[in-house]
Every structure is written in structure tokens, then in C-alpha cells.
């Protein structure tokens, strides 16, 4: 059974700071990973997708990195912003069905 | 498109009682899947279906939960009967086969029962 873990599982930072979130898995035979935003009360938005033959994804602040031969993924937010305050998950996929890890909650500070 | 819609958003119901969660994906997408989250567990798959056909229920948790998909546009989750113990938000999500795998949530439906 695949196992997701993120750590740390809460963060703050002052603003501006970069954001470094570590997500590892049991199972390197994955398909792809994702990496998910969620706010209180919400659903969960897709933030970054890469499947398992990619190194890394990027969209706009957002840098996301995998390493299947490890299982590890780092996401990187660059020069956070109080908006940015939220859950963020990782979840691995394996054909459709995806493995999540708890979340780390990140505040950003203004 | 306006994304997958869930109703109802909250719903208390008393032990015992049945509960009927609903789910519409968005147009299009050929993949459903109904998600638990709690504290204690975190996010869990309880079953998906491809093209209106339950694939894989395994993690539904027992014969109290029943999940149906009529058509390609509705799709029901349903609890019967009700225990404290499903207390939790449940997710539905679409994705299109095409589509890279990406996943799109409803806003979840948050369920207490007393």
C-alpha cells in the first residue's frame, strides 16, 4: 500500500520568505504527483501535475520537483505571500487512484 | 465550465438516519471519484467509476455506503444507516482521461451526524 508522507506538518514564515515542502512515498512505481491547495472550507485546487517520466514542473511561483528512484517531491513557492496561507497536499497516483499525505499548513505573514 | 458541483454543502442528520450525497462532474470528463476526508484519516478513496461503471470500491467501508452513477452527468453517494462515526467532508472529483490526469474537487459536503 502507497504511503505519502509531508513534513513539516505546519510552517510559518514572514512574507517574502521562500517556501520549501517536502512530500515522500513508499512506492516508486507511481504514475504521476500531484500537489494540491486546499483553503478552510474548501475543496482542493490542482496546483502542479507531473507525471512519473518528468524531473520537475513550474508555473509561475510554483516549482515543483520529483524524484521517483528516492520518492521524494519537493514543491517551492517563491517569495511567499499572505495569500498564499493554506494547506497543501501531495498525492501520489497510481493509475487513476491517488494516495494523499496529511498536509502541511503553511501561514505566511505579512 | 462550472466546475464539479456537490449538494447539499452541510448536512446534520441524526444516527440512524439515511443520507444522500449528490455529485455533478464537470461535462466531459469520463472519471468520478467520491473522497472522505477526516482528521484522523486524511483524504481516502472510497470509490471511482469510469464511464458511469464503478471500477474500484474497495475503499468504500462497509455495506452501509453505496455509491451510484445513472448517467455521466450524476452521481449519489449514499449512507445508510447513518452512524457518528461518518462524520466527515466528502469529496467528489471528475478528471478526463485525456486530460493528463488531472483532478478537479467539488467544495465537499460536510456531514455530521449526531
Not at chain 1, 520529483?66 to 520518492?71: F, T, W
Not at chain 1, 493554506?86 to 494516495?99: F, I, Q
Not at chain 2, 450525497?21 to 470509490?47: A, N, V
Request: hydrophobic share 35%; glycine share 8%; net charge negative.
Amino acid at each position: 500500500k502507497q504511503e505519502v508522507t509531508q513534513i513539516p506538518a505546519a510552517l510559518s514564515v514572514p512574507e517574502g520568505e521562500n517556501l520549501v515542502l517536502n512530500c515522500s512515498f513508499t512506492d516508486s512505481a507511481i504514475y504521476n504527483l500531484q500537489w494540491f491547495r486546499q483553503d478552510p472550507g474548501k475543496g482542493l485546487t490542482s496546483l502542479l501535475l507531473i507525471q512519473s517520466s518528468q524531473r520537475e514542473q513550474t508555473s509561475g511561483r510554483l516549482n515543483a520537483s520529483l524524484d521517483k528512484s528516492s520518492g521524494r517531491s519537493t514543491l517551492y513557492i517563491a517569495a511567499s505571500q499572505p495569500g498564499d496561507s493554506a494547506t497543501y497536499l501531495c498525492a501520489v497516483g497510481n493509475d487513476y487512484k491517488l494516495s494523499f499525505g496529511a498536509g502541511t499548513t503553511v501561514t505566511v505573514r505579512a | 465550465d462550472a466546475g464539479v458541483i456537490q449538494s447539499p454543502r452541510h448536512e446534520v442528520t441524526e444516527m440512524g438516519q439515511e443520507v444522500t450525497l449528490r455529485c455533478k462532474p464537470i461535462s466531459g470528463h469520463d472519471y468520478l471519484f467520491w473522497y472522505r476526508q477526516t482528521m484522523m484519516r486524511g483524504l481516502e478513496l472510497l470509490i471511482y467509476f469510469n464511464n458511469n461503471v464503478p471500477i474500484d470500491d474497495s475503499g468504500m467501508p462497509e455495506d452501509r455506503f453505496s455509491a451510484k452513477m445513472p448517467n455521466a452527468s450524476f452521481s449519489t453517494l449514499k449512507i445508510q444507516p447513518s452512524e457518528p462515526r461518518d462524520s466527515a467532508v466528502y469529496f467528489c472529483a471528475s478528471s478526463d482521461s485525456g486530460g493528463g490526469n488531472t483532478i478537479y474537487f467539488g467544495e465537499g459536503s460536510w456531514l455530521t451526524v449526531v
